[in-house]
């Protein structure tokens, strides 16, 4: 990377420091990607549609056609690439995450290729009380060098925190006020203990690790005991 790529780099976050509107941001961003190379830009929040509202953190630039099929069939929830991101707060390329996907993982990943998206790279998005997020840019051929990697990521993690400080918070991003009980029956539901098996390590009742489950559910507003430990998860309140 030369000095005048790293002063570009600067200009643009300040740009994007200046700018008042979404749409602003991103074409700040789009610009910049675009002198790499890059064809696509999605700026999204790592937690499952299934899970929140529509009105979550979901800026895009592919063709409907393909997100019309990918939130008909509900894609997203197996995209490889959505996957390995939860695995890694490093960046990484569409490669490495078609190399660690699934058949069926693989074959989405190919049919992106068809919308001439042969390859790209995520940059995983963390912060303290928000859920995950991300930036992917999508590319016909990724050749990037490892300080060009690390520019861009800075702009876009930039870009991505003006983009979620204009339109959040949203209702799930508050995190919920768990008591420290509380957090350890999500805990152990998450690994798959059932309230009796819970009740057992905690030595209390099976009754009592229900009422801590209904507790924790009307606090993060969710429905059930996988939404429940899901919402959790996804605001960083249990880790697996």
């Known amino acids: 990377m030369s000095i005048a790529e790293y002063q570009i780099g600067l200009k643009v976050i300040a740009h994007i420091d200046e700018v008042e509107t979404v749409d602003a941001i991103v074409h700040e961003l789009t610009s910049f990607a675009g002198s790499y190379g890059f064809t696509t830009v999605t700026i999204a929040q790592l937690v499952s549609p299934a899970?929140?509202?529509n009105d979550r953190i979901f800026l895009t630039d592919w063709p409907q056609e393909f997100l019309?099929?990918?939130q008909a069939e509900n894609l997203v929830i197996r995209d490889p690439i959505v996957r390995y991101a939860l695995r890694t707060k490093q960046p990484f390329s569409w490669q490495t995450a078609y190399d660690h996907a699934d058949r069926a993982?693989?074959?989405m990943l190919d049919e992106a290729?068809?919308?001439?998206?042969n390859d790209g790279i995520l940059f995983p998005v963390y912060a303290f009380d928000q859920v995950p997020g991300?930036?992917?840019l999508g590319t016909e051929r990724l050749d990037l060098s490892?300080?060009?990697i690390k520019l861009i990521d800075l702009v876009c993690q930039h870009a991505y925190m003006r983009v979620a400080s204009q339109l959040g918070p949203f209702p799930y991003e508050i995190r919920a006020k768990l008591t420290n009980r509380e957090i350890e029956v999500l805990h152990f539901?998450?690994?798959g203990k059932s309230n009796w098996e819970i009740g057992k390590i905690l030595r209390v009742s099976e009754?009592?690790?229900?009422?801590y489950m209904k507790r924790a559910s009307k606090k993060l507003n969710t429905s059930g005991r996988t939404h429940t430990v899901a919402m959790a998860m996804a605001q960083q309140l249990v880790m697996v």
């Open 113 to 117: 290729r068809d919308y001439t998206q």
């Open 51 to 53: 899970m929140v509202n």
């Open 134 to 136: 991300c930036v992917s």
């Open 68 to 70: 019309d099929r990918r």
């Open 146 to 148: 490892p300080t060009q």
């Open 189 to 191: 539901a998450a690994a």
């Open 207 to 211: 009754h009592t690790v229900h009422d």
């Open 105 to 107: 993982g693989q074959q």
